[in-house]
């Protein structure tokens, strides 16, 4: 199942109802700020390095600002469409566009009071599972206690490896996803002793 296309077609759609200055859970971020994220970096192969150095962010931010001054519609058609066919995205479209789409997605959904828990596909929960388990390893590498990412039907990851406590997060794979990379407004229940799920939930997670 093309997951990634559907959870972009459903990001769209909620942007489309939020409209262009709703806020979102990145930062001072609205909703056309984070559409201009994702047409950057699926077209601007040119200024994506400066998402994760910090030295050149300078002209990320510049061409993001320059993205986000177009039409609100046309900006929306651009990141339903996904990557163009000169983009490697296009071609690892599910590995590589699944996490981004569904936690930006949540991203605008959640900034809100009134947000609720989607109800998720089962093969789309068990690749968010993979990605969480994966994610965790760096997410919460600088924990000083053990950390277990735990689901529904029991079954476990340990993502981090330190000490003789451990704390365990229970919930969904797409809630543990979203705690992995940051936010707060994930429906995870934690399982220790108060201070280590205090240093848990206090770790800077953000990728």
């Given at each position: 199942?093309?997951?990634?296309?559907?959870?972009?077609?459903?990001?769209?759609?909620?942007?489309?109802?939020?409209?262009?200055?709703?806020?979102?859970?990145?930062?001072?971020?609205?909703?056309?700020?984070?559409?201009?994220?994702?047409?950057?970096?699926?077209?601007?192969?040119?200024?994506?390095?400066?998402?994760?150095?910090?030295?050149?962010?300078?002209?990320?931010?510049?061409?993001?600002?320059?993205?986000?001054?177009?039409?609100?519609?046309?900006?929306?058609?651009?990141?339903?469409?996904?990557?163009?066919?000169?983009?490697?995205?296009?071609?690892?479209?599910?590995?590589?566009?699944?996490s981004?789409?569904?936690?930006?997605?949540?991203?605008?959904?959640?900034?809100?009071?009134?947000?609720?828990?989607?109800?998720?596909?089962?093969?789309?929960?068990?690749?968010?599972?993979?990605?969480?388990?994966?994610?965790?390893?760096?997410?919460y590498?600088r924990?000083?206690?053990?950390?277990?990412?735990?689901?529904?039907?029991?079954?476990?990851?340990?993502?981090?490896s330190?000490?003789?406590?451990?704390?365990?997060?229970?919930?969904?794979?797409?809630?543990?996803?979203?705690?992995?990379?940051?936010?707060?407004?994930?429906?995870?229940?934690?399982?220790?002793?108060?201070?280590?799920?205090?240093?848990?939930?206090?770790?800077?997670?953000?990728?």
């Amino acid at each position: 199942m093309p997951y990634a296309r559907d959870e972009r077609h459903a990001l769209v759609e909620t942007m489309r109802t939020v409209g262009p200055e709703a806020p979102t859970l990145c930062g001072d971020w609205t909703a056309r700020d984070l559409a201009a994220h994702l047409v950057l970096r699926e077209r601007r192969l040119d200024a994506t390095p400066g998402i994760m150095v910090s030295a050149l962010a300078g002209h990320t931010e510049r061409v993001q600002q320059g993205i986000a001054a177009r039409d609100w519609n046309e900006l929306l058609d651009d990141v339903r469409s996904g990557p163009p066919v000169w983009s490697p995205f296009r071609w690892v479209d599910e590995q590589a566009n699944l996490s981004e789409m569904f936690i930006h997605h949540e991203d605008v959904r959640r900034a809100r009071d009134e947000w609720t828990v989607r109800t998720l596909p089962d093969g789309m929960q068990e690749k968010l599972w993979t990605i969480a388990s994966g994610i965790g390893r760096r997410s919460y590498r600088r924990s000083p206690v053990s950390v277990v990412l735990e689901r529904p039907d029991g079954k476990r990851s340990g993502v981090r490896s330190a000490g003789s406590a451990t704390v365990t997060l229970r919930g969904e794979p797409a809630e543990l996803l979203l705690h992995a990379f940051g936010r707060d407004q994930a429906r995870v229940e934690f399982d220790g002793e108060a201070a280590d799920v205090a240093a848990v939930t206090a770790l800077d997670r953000s990728m």
